[in-house]
């Protein structure tokens, strides 16, 4: 059993930066995928970054790509997701989500394991 706990949401202007966290614990094992999404009232949960096991390899969503900037700590068992520029259109709740395959992958029916969520208001 894998647990995710996500931190670091709040209020911000428009403009403003957040960093999320993502706390992972339990049986993870190697070679993971570590992803964050985002639903916004009334949306689906949509796509909008994942960082390979190695670190090396990084996907974002078209609408975060600039802005937004994912990175994993191993040794602490850490996921961040570094939000810039943020945007109204932003406010959502954010989940961290672990992906068992190596392969970086946008698709969350590939994440098996789900935080509870922190969630981020972006007041314009």
């Known amino acids: 059993q894998v647990q995710l706990t996500e931190s670091g949401g709040g209020l911000v202007q428009a403009g403003g930066s957040l960093r999320l966290s993502c706390a992972a614990s339990?049986?993870?094992?190697?070679?993971?995928?570590m992803g964050w999404f985002r639903q916004a009232p009334g949306k689906e949960r949509e796509f909008a970054a994942a960082?390979?096991?190695?670190?090396?390899?990084?996907k974002y969503a078209d609408s975060v790509k600039g802005r937004f900037t994912i990175s994993r700590d191993d040794a602490k068992n850490m996921v961040y997701l570094q939000m810039n520029s943020l945007e109204p259109e932003d406010t959502a709740v954010y989940y961290c989500?672990?992906?068992?395959?190596?392969?970086?992958?946008?698709?969350?029916?590939?994440?098996?394991?789900w935080g509870q969520g922190t969630q981020v208001t972006v007041s314009s």
């Open positions: 989500a672990v992906d068992p395959g190596w392969e970086v992958r946008a698709d969350r029916k590939n994440y098996d394991f």
């Open positions: 339990g049986r993870i094992g190697n070679g993971y995928t």
């Open positions: 960082i390979s096991w190695s670190g090396r390899i990084t």
